[in-house]
């Protein structure tokens, strides 16, 4: 599961959605295998809508969860008038790594209202509930 | 079948993706996948027109072998180079089949992710630009439960399948989900078989809750009269 996953996904606990607390999911950084791939070439375009949509503070906190505390506070803000600088294409080549070519393989992750644990298997995220829960 | 081909059933311009997967767990192309292809690429303009400014966020529910995600991306539907993929499945093997099928077509360069989840409800709301839903439409006594673990391969057919009173058990809970899941230009085209009564669903959202919502393609499937309607906010 890529990184940017973790900025769409939210616990599937109904009673949860009233709560703001059910987005992002807490991810356990001692459980969790994470995994580097380049099979997505750098795009600067795509990385800037990426950039533009992105919840910043949900891609803070799950990074701090995995253990990078290095990304800047506030969301980077790109060069306005139209053309890309230097230092902004470093941004993007930085969000391109952490969002796009970094996967948590195996791992859990736990919605911070309800606690319910949610498992990554072979790269694949399951929010299936358990019937008592559904 | 494991060679899929539209050419008997229309005169489509794009290609097929190629699909190879285990046909005792996840639901073959058929014509409503077919359809569902020609939909797309018929309003390939439209939904490039509606998108072009910002990524797309987009989600396709039940993919079972991945063959319409898959044919979005190597068509850049909604944009290409602008797009990301998700799709949700119920059924752990229809997650396999898609993450194969994108792969089969050379379509890994593409943000593609898929997820194991009950429709939109681990998706954080307003997020999803472009929806694309061929449900379990067939009418049944009911849904099958979801079963309790991968070994018992046909009872995850049966859920691909299977949609309960009118085939609209599951097609109902998308449709009260929509307005949550949909981004604020989000579209949303849910395929529906004639004994869905669709034209009443499509009168309903309509009036009662004003959403926009046109029949964009249909076509006879064997006894089966199959259409694709498009669902989306009145102009803001």
């Given at each position: 599961m890529k990184f940017l996953t973790t900025n769409f996904l939210k616990c599937s606990v109904k009673a949860c959605d009233g709560s703001n607390d059910n987005f992002p999911l807490q991810y356990d950084g001692e459980k969790c295998t994470l995994q580097q791939n380049n099979d997505i070439e750098f795009n600067a375009e795509f990385l800037t809508n990426i950039l533009d949509r992105v919840d910043w503070d949900a891609i803070l906190t799950v990074a701090a969860d995995l253990g990078n505390n290095s990304l800047p506070r506030e969301k980077p803000v790109l060069g306005t008038n139209g053309d890309l600088t230097e230092d902004d294409l470093a941004v993007l080549r930085d969000l391109h790594t952490l969002l796009i070519c970094?996967?948590?393989?195996?791992?859990?992750?736990?919605?911070?209202?309800?606690?319910?644990?949610?498992?990554?298997?072979?790269?694949?995220?399951?929010?299936?509930?358990?019937?008592?829960?559904? | 079948m494991d060679r899929v081909d539209r050419i008997e059933l229309g005169s489509s311009m794009l290609p097929t993706p190629y699909v190879n997967c285990d046909y005792e767990t996840v639901y073959e192309p058929c014509e409503d996948s077919f359809l569902l292809l020609d939909c797309l690429e018929d309003q390939q303009e439209y939904l490039g027109s509606r998108f072009q400014d910002a990524l797309s966020v987009v989600c396709e529910l039940g993919p079972g072998t991945g063959v319409v995600t898959t044919f979005m991306m190597q068509n850049g539907i909604p944009t290409s180079g602008k797009s990301v993929y998700f799709g949700v499945d119920i059924s752990p093997w229809a997650l396999e089949a898609t993450r194969d099928t994108v792969r089969r077509n050379k379509c890994d360069g593409i943000f593609m992710e898929t997820v194991q989840c009950d429709l939109t409800s681990c998706l954080k709301p307003g997020e999803v630009d472009l929806l694309v839903f061929n449900p379990p439409y067939v009418p049944a006594e009911n849904v099958p439960e979801i079963p309790d673990d991968a070994v018992d391969r046909s009872r995850w057919l049966d859920l691909a399948l299977l949609g309960g009173e009118n085939g609209m058990a599951v097609t109902e809970r998308l449709l009260q989900q929509l307005d949550t899941v949909l981004s604020r230009n989000g579209v949303a085209y849910i395929l529906f078989c004639a004994r869905n009564h669709p034209e009443e669903v499509a009168e309903r959202m309509r009036n009662e809750y004003g959403w926009e919502v046109e029949l964009v393609i249909h076509r006879k499937a064997g006894w089966e009269v199959l259409s694709v309607y498009r669902f989306s906010r009145k102009i803001m």
């Open positions: 970094t996967s948590i393989v195996e791992g859990q992750m736990q919605c911070k209202n309800c606690g319910h644990i949610y498992y990554i298997k072979n790269g694949i995220p399951n929010l299936l509930l358990p019937p008592h829960l559904a | -």
